[in-house]
T-cell receptor, first 111, second 112 residues
Framework: AQSVTQLGSHVSVSEGALVLLRCNYS??????LFWYVQYPNQGLQLLLK??????LVKGINGFEAEFKKSETSFHLTKPSAHMSDAAEYFC?????????FGKGTRLHILP | DARVTQTPRHKVTEMGQEVTMRCQPI?????VFWYRQTMMQGLELLAY????????DSGMPKDRFSAEMPDATLATLKIQPSEPRDSAVYFC??????????FGPGTRLTVL
């Protein structure tokens, strides 16, 4: 059954430092994988999507994620954190018509 | 700039009252999802429709919740009667052929 596990419900990084948010998936078939971001009092916004065209996926706001089949991972990274990146991030995997979301990781940016 | 819209954005009501939330999906999207988000449970799928037909409502409490799509531009989620445990943010999302779901801003519901 398809599912995702996000490691760390809270992650804190200093402004300008590398952002790394971890996600591992389980899927019996090659999946579609997503990262969504939710800013306070807003809906979820698509950051990027993996559809097997390329293992390194570039998204909006300088984020990217790498699909690693051998590790069943789809970690999200950004080279340099900005204060505006403070938000909750959700990893997700497709399951037919549906998307199965992880429990989310709240990213805190330290000045 | 196409986007999903939801009304109302905020709703405060008393226990026992009927609540109706509305969603306008992105024009041309044929799949509509309703989610509920709480601190305790996270994001839960309540129901979804394709081409206005309900495909799965297994996540929805059947006794008090109902979801419909009167037409392709409107989806509704109704709670009757509402209870304090229904307090949450309710999101609508729509998708076209490419599987990606686009979320609305949500309706924050408080049941007193």
């Amino acid at each position: 059954a398809q599912s995702v596990t996000q490691l760390g419900s809270h992650v804190s990084v200093s402004e300008g430092a590398l952002v790394l948010l971890r996600c591992n998936y389980s899927s019996s078939v090659p999946p579609y994988l997503f990262w969504y971001v939710q800013y306070p009092n807003q809906g979820l916004q698509l950051l990027l999507k993996y559809t097997s065209a390329a293992t390194l996926v570039k998204g909006i706001n300088g984020f990217e994620a790498e699909f690693k089949k051998s590790e069943t991972s789809f970690h999200l990274t950004k080279p340099s954190a900005h204060m505006s990146d403070a938000a909750e991030y959700f990893c997700a995997v497709s399951k037919g018509d549906k998307i199965i979301f992880g429990k989310g990781t709240r990213l805190h940016i330290l000045p | 700039d196409a986007r999903v819209t939801q009304t109302p954005r905020h709703k405060v009501t008393e226990m026992g009252q009927e609540v109706t939330m509305r969603c306008q999906p992105i024009l041309g999207h044929n799949t509509v999802f309703w989610y509920r988000q709480t601190m305790m449970q996270g994001l839960e799928l309540l129901a979804y429709f394709r081409n206005r037909a309900p495909l799965d409502d297994s996540g929805m409490p059947k006794d008090r919740f109902s979801a419909e799509m009167p037409d392709a531009t409107l989806a509704t989620l109704k709670i009757q009667p509402s209870e304090p445990r229904d307090s949450a943010v309710y999101f609508c999302a729509s998708a076209g052929e490419a599987d990606t779901q686009y979320f609305g801003p949500g309706t924050r519901l408080t049941v007193l």
